[in-house]
C-alpha cells in the first residue's frame, strides 16, 4: 500500500495529537479531540484514514467518511497540512477513500464544503461531485453557505489503484 514517500493507512489513536493540531491550525470551527476517539473507538459508521510521509511518520492529510444507510459515503472531514498541499495529497486520499467506500458498499457519495472553499470545490469537481443543495447560513461560525455536493455513482476506482503512485517529494 505505500510508494516512496506517503502511505495511505487507517487513522490510529496515537495518530489523534497530530491530527488535531493540523484540525486547530486549518479550520475555524475545528473538531474536538474527543471527536476523534469517538470516531475510531464508537461510531461504527466511520472511516478514517490518514497519509504518512515515510519515513518520519508525519501526517500530511487524514479524511474521515461515514456510511450513511449503508449506501452513502458521506466525507466528513478532509484536510492536507498547509505545507503538504497542491502535490495530489488530497486528490490521492479522497481517491481512496471513494474506493474504499465502494468496497464497503456505498454506491453514492456526498459532502458538504463552504461556498468560499473554491480549492476543495475544484477537487470534488473533478471526481465528478455536483452541486445538488444549497445549505443557507450552515457554518456557525460566519453564517457561511454549504454547498451540498453528491458524486451519484461510485466505482471507477479501487483503493488500490488509489493507494499507488502518491507523490514522492
Ligand atoms: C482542499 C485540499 C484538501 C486540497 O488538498 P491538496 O492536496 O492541496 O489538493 P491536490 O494537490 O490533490 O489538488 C487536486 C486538485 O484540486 C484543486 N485544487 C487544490 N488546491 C487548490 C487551490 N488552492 N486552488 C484551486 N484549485 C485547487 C486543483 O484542481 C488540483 O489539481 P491541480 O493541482 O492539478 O491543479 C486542501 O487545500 C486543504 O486541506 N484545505 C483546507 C481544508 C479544507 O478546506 N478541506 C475541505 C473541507 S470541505
Known amino acids: 500500500m505505500s510508494e516512496p514517500g506517503f502511505?495511505?493507512?487507517?487513522?490510529?489513536?496515537g495518530d489523534i495529537d497530530q491530527v488535531?493540531?493540523?484540525?486547530?491550525?486549518?479550520f475555524p470551527t475545528p473538531w474536538s479531540r474527543n471527536s476523534y476517539v469517538f470516531e475510531i473507538e464508537q461510531n461504527s459508521a466511520s472511516h478514517q484514514w490518514v497519509v504518512e510521509s515515510q519515513p518520519g511518520g508525519q501526517i500530511a492529510a487524514y479524511l474521515v467518511g461515514w456510511l450513511l444507510g449503508g449506501?452513502?459515503?458521506?466525507?466528513?472531514?478532509i484536510a492536507v497540512a498547509p505545507g503538504f498541499r497542491r502535490h495530489g495529497l488530497g486528490r490521492?486520499?479522497?481517491?481512496?477513500?471513494?474506493?474504499?467506500?465502494?468496497?464497503?458498499?456505498?454506491?453514492?457519495?456526498?459532502?458538504?464544503?463552504?461556498?468560499?472553499?473554491?480549492?476543495?470545490?475544484?477537487?470534488?469537481a473533478e471526481?465528478?461531485?455536483e452541486?445538488?443543495?444549497?445549505r443557507k447560513g450552515y457554518y456557525q461560525d460566519n453564517h457561511e453557505d454549504a454547498l451540498l455536493m453528491q458524486l451519484p455513482s461510485l466505482g471507477a476506482y479501487s483503493?488500490?489503484?488509489?493507494?499507488?503512485?502518491?507523490p514522492d517529494f
Open 20 to 26: 488535531h493540531e493540523l484540525e486547530m491550525a486549518i
Open 159 to 166: 483503493t488500490r489503484q488509489a493507494s499507488q503512485s502518491l
Open 131 to 134: 452541486v445538488v443543495a444549497v
Open 92 to 124: 490521492r486520499l479522497l481517491a481512496y477513500a471513494l474506493a474504499a467506500g465502494a468496497e464497503l458498499g456505498a454506491a453514492s457519495a456526498a459532502l458538504e464544503v463552504r461556498a468560499s472553499n473554491l480549492a476543495a470545490q475544484q477537487l470534488y
Open 71 to 77: 449506501d452513502e459515503l458521506h466525507i466528513a472531514n
Open 7 to 13: 502511505a495511505i493507512r487507517p487513522m490510529r489513536l
Open 127 to 129: 471526481f465528478g461531485f
